[in-house]
């Protein structure tokens, strides 16, 4: 028992050590606002280097003393030439608020890229991908969308928004490839949730890989179409404390066990699953 507790605090040890050297000031390039309380903010920094598999996150510190837990927000977009990360968040709560404020050269304390993201290296130009994505949710979908298109594959993107206001990046996908756009109030594309629009492609087309991210809704109505799908992935949202691992903040329950005891950490054994792993 006495060896058990040693071994595990050895790992954790070691993986705080490969996190220490993942931290880095990094300096904001720039911030605009997309849409009413959704920015776009571009940092600069040697931690790009690290960043290639899209689906990962950063944790980041909030610049202010009295909030100890840092925030994870995805990659939306990786710009290695330039050692430029993007990422487009909403702003929720004081931290994300105090985000907003960031204006060009601040420093922003960053962790990462963490996490296991989107399976990739298995897609090439035979393969028709859905991209799904709700809210904001969709960021770390751009990434991936891009990737997949150096791949050669086909990649039908089906992005749900509340309203017509808080759209962000349609131009942006629509340079990639095939967009199709739903709003809960109708106010633009079809009326209702992303799953009105799924039902209607799946007529035209049987994907070959899947990928998903957004509310839980949105989630179990991925996993209710594509349940035993070989490659469609969801990305998890949990509440997170370190983001490495160490802490079990994020647990998340496996759908194989009925027991409910066993879990995955949603930090770093996420934030994407298959579908038919985790319980929603
Ligand atoms: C892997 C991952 C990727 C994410 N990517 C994005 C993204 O690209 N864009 C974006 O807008 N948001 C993203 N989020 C959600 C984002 O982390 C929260 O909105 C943010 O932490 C809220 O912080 P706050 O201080 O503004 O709000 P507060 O409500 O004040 O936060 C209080 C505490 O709760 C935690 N928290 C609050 N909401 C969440 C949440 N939904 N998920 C995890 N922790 C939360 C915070 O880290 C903080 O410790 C992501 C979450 C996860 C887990
Ligand atoms: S946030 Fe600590 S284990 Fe995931």
Redesign the pocket.
């Known amino acids: 028992m006495v060896r058990k507790t040693k071994e595990v605090s050895n790992v954790t040890r070691t993986k705080i050590r490969r996190l220490i050297m993942k931290q880095e000031m990094m300096t904001v390039v720039s911030q605009i606002q997309l849409a009413p309380n959704i920015y776009e903010l571009v940092l600069t920094g040697e931690l790009v280097k690290e960043m290639k598999v899209p689906g990962q996150?950063i944790h980041i510190k909030?610049p202010r003393a009295d909030?100890l837990?840092?925030?994870?927000?995805?990659l939306?977009k990786i710009n290695l030439e330039k050692a430029e990360c993007t990422?487009?968040?909403?702003?929720?709560?004081?931290?994300?608020?105090d985000f907003s404020q960031l204006t060009t050269g601040d420093l922003l304390d960053v962790m990462g890229p963490l996490?296991n993201g989107f399976p990739i290296t298995d897609i090439s130009s035979e393969d028709i991908v859905f991209i799904i994505g709700g809210g904001?949710g969709v960021?770390?979908l751009y990434e991936l969308s891009r990737q997949l298109k150096k791949r050669g594959a086909k990649v039908v993107h089906i992005l749900g928004f509340a309203k017509q206001e808080v759209i962000f990046y349609e131009e942006a996908f629509k340079a990639l490839d095939e967009v199709h756009i739903s709003t809960d109030d109708g106010s633009y594309g079809t009326q209702g949730h992303v799953g009105n629009v799924l039902d209607r492609l799946l007529k035209e087309y049987q994907p070959t890989a899947v990928y998903s991210c957004g509310s839980n809704g949105l989630l179990k109505t991925v996993e209710a179409n594509f349940h035993d799908h070989p490659r469609a992935y969801l990305?998890?949202?949990?509440?997170?404390?370190c983001g490495m691992g160490a802490c079990y903040a994020?647990v998340c329950h496996l759908q194989a066990d009925e027991t409910g005891k066993e879990s995955k950490k949603?930090?770093d054994e996420g934030?994407v699953f298959a579908t038919g792993e985790v319980r929603l």
């Open positions: 996150f909030v909030l837990l840092r925030r994870p927000i995805s939306a990422i487009i968040y909403r702003v929720e709560g004081a931290g994300t608020a996490g904001i960021p770390p990305s998890l949202e949990a509440r997170m404390a994020c949603v930090c934030p």
